[in-house]
């Protein structure tokens, strides 16, 4: 309940940002593909990515017009990344780490042009479900960090209302409980404004 409340807050947060006087702010939804994996820790060697998706909504604030911008985002995220693992008789199976999450980044916006823009800044991630999936069954963990700082970085193609958009986002702090591991994740994905 706490997690719901705390990710309609930031929604109506933000939704008040873009609600002021003026009609240069901008608000969409976007989705797209994740790439994501972990680095690091004990999951250094067999990690593989997990490939899923993610969706949200955005908004645009410009603070130097036509060149800079604030854009924060509510982005729901399925995360996560699979291992091999060679039992003691030998036998190999898989296991897929599901980590999904709410994530808010906060980016500065710099517009190169009329159409291409590059996007920066922190990104702040709340887990709200975490699962492992083998081969032979599946089962809840509790073994990530609820949560997760990263830093992203992206581009941007923006064509009247729709935009195009690939980003990298990398964790500051450790994912696993424990260990060194950080998130990695590409997504590409697609945006309208309202």
């Given at each position: 309940?706490k997690k719901v409340f705390l990710a ?20 969409g939804i976007k989705g797209g593909l ?161």
């Amino acid at each position: 309940m706490k997690k719901v409340f705390l990710a309609s807050f930031s929604f109506l947060l933000a939704n008040a940002i873009f609600a002021q006087n003026g009609n240069s702010e901008k608000f969409g939804i976007k989705g797209g593909l994740n790439y994501s994996t972990i680095t690091k820790g004990d999951f250094n060697e067999g990690a593989d990515p997990r490939t899923s998706y993610y969706i949200g909504f955005y908004g645009e604030v410009p603070l130097i017009r036509k060149v800079l911008s604030l854009q924060p985002e509510i982005i729901y995220s399925r995360q996560g990344f699979e291992t091999n693992y060679t039992n003691l008789l030998g036998n190999n199976y898989k296991q897929e780490y599901r980590i999904d999450y709410i994530n808010l980044p906060i980016l500065a916006k710099i517009h190169i042009g009329k159409v291409f823009s590059v996007e920066a800044g922190p990104q702040f991630g709340f887990k709200i479900n975490e699962k492992i999936k083998s081969e032979n069954n599946s089962t809840l963990n509790n073994d990530v960090n609820s949560f997760d700082t990263a830093l992203a970085g992206g581009v941007s193609f923006n064509i009247d209302d729709f935009l195009i958009s690939a980003r990298y986002t990398y964790s500051i702090n450790e994912v696993i409980k424990n260990t060194d591991s950080k998130n990695s994740v590409f997504q590409i994905g697609i945006g309208f404004n309202f």
